[in-house]
């Protein structure tokens, strides 16, 4: 082992490939004991060299194994990260130029995109962490270029929706102790106003093809940016229409669902409440015939699968989502009832799940709704049959009205009462309003 540390740590001539697999294979546990503790003392010393970045092309050039690979693709991790702004410009735009280079090489073969696929996950993240480093001002053609290309090959189209989805993560969700404030700033700016070009892309895909994995990518990546982006690209464009276009098809109705969901959770002004209205009369369309009335929702979450379990736990998101924030709009349009009254009945179905996190997510719901309620009802007088009496007694009479809306499905047994000022319709059980759990 000595002898081998002593070559792969001579920096002064090329490294030796087939002597740094042996060694990483020591490691992974091909070795005794003793012989993974020498290993890893040689690799540790062979990062921490500051050439150690120069060998990283000949590894992955040369290198067999996974191990090796990913090795070599830590090495360059780590000088993004550390040490970038101390490289002299000429390197740092090699750096670049190899990556993007070595992901267009995997992308644009899709078997060999397929069988790499966690390879290219891990250039993509380096790449993103480059552009933490340069973009805007150092690279500011990147998302038109990334844009231009993606529209030659619909791999290379795919692995693009990874990379544009783990910028979004990066900037909006994981910037926080990596970047100054500023620079986040700047960040988040930027990628707001290159999201014309983002959107336009994506628009692109979900009218222009039918391949699955590519579709699914789009779904995914725009899921991470529907949070934050301007409301005239989702209510103005086609985007909701493709959206609910593809929810009743199985191979992209939970990813679209949790696309409908960040729609539906938005807070706007109140001038685009017509548009939450039409898209949530044409979600619960689809729905019905995904999901029947008078399903067993617990007991068809009991016997789903993975998929169909999932499903249950984004439309009890969906539902919370939208009605937190927009269920007064609905509540104000007599011809929404029907469907409001289905989606809250839904909801209470979805209660009865037996998952603890599904039904947190419900409660959550069912805590707002019913403080909500007491609140509207404690300004009114009981004889009151508009404002807060009309919408207890016309939307929600009859909803959930044998069971405590808090806890029924959590075997309290307490025969539920009547909310204060309220007539009959929302019912909480003893033990609940002694807690004031339902506050």
Not at 42 to 62: G, H, M, S, Y
Not at 204 to 230: D, I, N
Not at 254 to 271: D, F, I, R, Y
Request: aromatic fraction near 10%; include cysteine.
């Amino acid at each position: 082992m000595a002898v081998a540390a002593h070559a792969l740590l001579d920096f002064s001539k090329p490294v030796d490939v087939d002597l740094l697999e042996s060694t990483v294979g020591l490691f992974y546990g091909a070795g005794t004991p003793e012989q993974r503790t020498a290993a890893e003392q040689v690799l540790k010393t062979f990062q921490e060299n500051p050439d150690a970045w120069t060998r990283v092309d000949t590894i992955l050039e040369k290198g067999k194994t996974q191990q090796t690979k990913f090795f070599a693709l830590q090495i360059l991790e780590s000088v993004i990260k550390f040490k970038w702004a101390a490289l002299p410009g000429e390197q740092r735009e090699g750096i670049k130029n190899y990556t993007s280079n070595l992901i267009i090489k995997y992308s644009t073969n899709e078997q060999l995109y397929r069988a790499e696929s966690t390879f290219i996950s891990k250039l993509n993240l380096i790449l993103v962490q480059i552009l933490k480093q340069d973009w805007p001002h150092k690279w500011q053609s990147f998302i038109p270029d990334l844009v231009a290309a993606s529209k030659t090959n619909e791999t290379l189209c795919e692995n693009s929706m990874h990379i544009l989805k783990l910028l979004s993560e990066e900037v909006f969700d994981f910037s926080r102790g990596e970047l100054t404030q500023a620079k986040t700033r700047e960040l988040k700016l930027t990628l707001n106003n290159e999201f014309r070009s983002i959107h336009e892309l994506c628009m692109f895909v979900l009218l222009s093809t039918r391949k699955t994995e590519l579709l699914r990518a789009t779904l995914t990546a725009l899921a991470a940016y529907l949070s934050w982006v301007p409301p005239g690209y989702i209510f103005e464009s086609q985007l909701v229409t493709a959206l609910l276009g593809l929810f009743p098809q199985a191979p992209f109705r939970n990813v679209a669902l949790q696309c409908l969901t960040e729609v539906g959770s938005l807070q706007m002004p109140s001038e685009f409440d017509a548009h939450f209205g039409t898209f949530y009369r044409m979600f619960s369309q689809q729905l019905v015939a995904i999901l029947p009335p008078n399903t067993n929702l617990a007991a068809a979450y009991e016997a789903g699968t993975d998929e169909q379990q999932a499903f249950v736990q984004n439309l009890a998101l969906f539902y919370t989502g939208f009605f937190k924030h927009h269920i007064q709009y609905l509540e104000g349009q007599p011809a929404d009832h029907e469907v409001l009254r289905l989606g809250l009945e839904n909801l209470i179905n979805i209660s009865y799940v037996d998952d603890t996190e599904v039904f947190k997510t419900c409660l959550d719901y069912w805590n707002v709704f019913v403080a909500d309620i007491y609140t509207s009802s404690c300004q009114a007088s009981l004889a009151a049959t508009t404002g807060a009496g009309a919408r207890s007694g016309l939307v929600w009479r009859g909803v959930g009205a044998s069971h405590c809306i808090v806890c029924s499905s959590r075997g309290h047994t307490q025969t539920p009462q009547p909310l204060p000022g309220c007539t009959g319709c929302m019912l909480v059980c003893n033990r609940c309003m002694m807690g004031d759990t339902w506050r």
